[in-house]
Nanobody, 120 residues
Framework: QVQLAESGGGLVQAGGSLRLSCAAS????????MGWFRQAPASEREFVAA???????MYADSVKGRFTISRDNTKNTVDLQMNSLKLDEKAVYYC??????????????WGQGTQVTVSS
């Protein structure tokens, strides 16, 4: 069992930056791939980025070059650095643990989410 808790969301102007963090409980954190997803109102949950236990990463095309996912297996944390945020990236951002992939179905554990609001 893994419990996840996101933090770092908030209000930012378009073009600005935010850093999200996800803290995980459990002794097997390094064995899980970790993902970040986001969901805007009336929209499907959308893949943002993922990182496996060894540090291999993948990103949605829409965030490549602007977002960076990283993890610290000694602290059981995974971060998402978001730069040059766009208005349409306002959403609830979720951290997830499971198998490396882009589909929500690949992940077994989810956090409660943190709201990111991008203003003009």
């Amino acid at each position: 069992q893994v419990q996840l808790a996101e933090s770092g969301g908030g209000l930012v102007q378009a073009g600005g930056s935010l850093r999200l963090s996800c803290a995980a409980s459990g002794r097997t954190f390094s064995s899980y791939s970790m993902g970040w997803f986001r969901q805007a109102p009336a929209s499907e949950r959308e893949f943002v980025a993922a990182i496996d236990g060894g540090g291999t990463t993948m990103y949605a095309d829409s965030v490549k070059g602007r977002f960076t996912i990283s993890r610290d297996n000694t602290k059981n944390t995974v971060d998402l650095q978001m730069n040059s945020l766009k208005l349409d990236e306002k959403a609830v951002y979720y951290c997830a643990a499971g198998r490396f992939g882009r589909r929500p179905e690949s992940y077994d554990y989810w956090g409660q989410g943190t709201q990111v609001t991008v203003s003009s």
